[in-house]
């Protein structure tokens, strides 16, 4: 495989590759890319010219059919060949369902209950593995919910599970909105980073929203307004204006919010009565992602196992994302009275919950499935891959002491 092949969905150097060296898209890819922009297009004369970039997002990533995970693209997956374009970790090994089930199968014990929930489920790979690995820990469970917001990816969930997990496929159901109380745990891997983000820019010392608006070319660009002529009626008070106005400087300064993934995680807290909630994403506390010297954002796209930072090329073909701010993640959820479990990183979450163990199950002397698996272990807790990127935040309730995957190294204090 080569070195370049393996781009996990986060962390590339956005100039690494300039979108002019990505592959072209198929014609019918295009055709469907078009039909997305020429409703974004209209969608924006309607609105006066300019769009918020969070809306422009939304629809680039869900605008049913079309969108980029509500459309046909394959997504996730190894390689550029087969046509994905990122990997994730459960993509990439069943080592790590595997491990986070021994976090949840502690946390549905400690909690007393027996349900699953999982948001964004992606291929199923994840759901698959962690019912056969509560099940092979002797873990009861009754149920196994899946929350997404494409379509097109539920087939693919029912698919995976019907040929890795057939006998609990009948556990499993998917949801199309959300109970109002739930018992159990609920798991979430870079749920976060996918949902829309708003943009900002400061210039020349003033805060100016980043909105979208079509060029003499026809096609897409950035457009900046004073931000406190927008949305936010009370700017001082409001999750942006206050968040940027503590950026200290005067220098030219990008940064995202992220009020969707705030009122995601206050939904998901509310709901969840008794039980644990895992998200597992790329990211940094505020400190680390408000950081004067941090002066581009996060904001990244996927295509083909390319990382680049042109969100207009494309839409509806390509992922958009940005890193999670888990500062603002934890006051969500704790505002709505749950507890906050722990923080880390990826590695030392794995590592506190046996993922060691789980790879000392494989027999090193069977060279075929071990050798495989230990580099994905690798991948998985080295810090110059996922390891430290990559962060764990989790809530409680009715959880009265902590869990073995956040015992060592808890960085809850950071936040
Ligand atoms: C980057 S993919 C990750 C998929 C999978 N969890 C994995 O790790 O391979 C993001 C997923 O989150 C889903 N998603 C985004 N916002 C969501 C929401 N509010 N509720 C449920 N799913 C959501 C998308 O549809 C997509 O399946």
Redesign the pocket.
């Known amino acids: 495989m080569p070195e370049d092949a393996l781009i996990y ?1 986060a962390g590339m150097n956005p100039k690494a590759h300039e979108p002019a060296s990505l592959p072209v898209p198929e014609p019918i890819a295009l055709a469907q890319s078009e039909a997305l922009a020429a409703t974004l297009r209209a969608e924006i004369a309607a609105a006066g010219g300019w769009l918020p970039f969070d809306r422009y997002m939304e629809r680039a990533l869900y605008a049913p059919g079309l969108g980029y ?1 509500s459309g046909g693209s394959r997504k ?1 997956g190894l390689l550029a060949d087969d046509g994905s374009d990122f990997v ?4 990439m090994s069943p080592l790590f369902a595997a491990t986070l089930a021994r976090a949840v199968g502690e946390a549905l014990a400690a909690s007393g209950t027996r349900a699953l929930m999982e ?5 199923g790979r ?1 759901a698959a593995g962690v019912m056969l690995a509560l099940e092979a820990l002797g873990v009861p469970f009754d149920a196994y919910s899946i ?4 379509g097109e ?1 539920r087939e693919r969930q029912r698919e995976t599970i019907a040929q890795r997990a057939p006998h609990l496929l009948e556990r499993v159901q998917w949801l199309d909105a959300l109970p109002e109380r739930f018992e159990g745990v609920v798991i ?4 976060l ?3 829309p983000v708003r943009l900002f820019a400061r210039k020349d010392a003033v805060w100016h929203e980043r909105g979208v608006a079509v060029g003499d070319a026809g096609g897409f660009v950035f457009s900046d307004r004073p931000a406190m002529s927008g949305r936010d009626a009370d700017w001082a008070q409001s999750v942006p204006g206050s968040v940027l106005a503590a950026i200290d400087g005067s220098d030219d300064y990008v940064a995202e919010t992220h009020e969707a993934a705030l009122a ?1 995680t206050r939904t998901v807290c509310a709901m969840l009565t008794r039980g644990a909630a895992f998200f597992i994403d790329y990211g940094f506390p505020e400190s680390e992602y408000y950081h004067p010297q941090r002066v581009q954002g996060t904001l990244m796209c996927h295509y083909r196992h390319r990382a680049h930072d042109d969100p207009f090329l494309y839409p509806g073909l390509q992922d958009i994302t940005a890193h999670v701010e888990f500062s603002g993640i934890a006051q969500a959820g704790v505002e709505t009275g749950a507890d906050l479990l722990g923080y880390t990183s990826q590695a030392r979450f794995l590592m506190n919950a046996g993922i060691t163990e789980v790879l000392g199950e494989i027999d090193p002397r069977d060279v075929v499935r071990f050798m495989p698996a230990a580099n994905a272990v690798q991948k998985l807790v080295s810090e110059a891959e996922m390891g430290e990127l990559f962060k764990v935040i989790a809530f409680s309730r009715g959880i009265d002491s902590t869990i073995a995957a956040f015992a060592r190294g808890d960085r809850s204090h950071t936040l």
């Open positions: 969905n995970y996730f994730t970790a459960p993509e948001f964004g489920a992606g291929t994840l929350v997404d917001l494409s990816l979430g891997n870079e749920v980073d996918a949902m995601f």
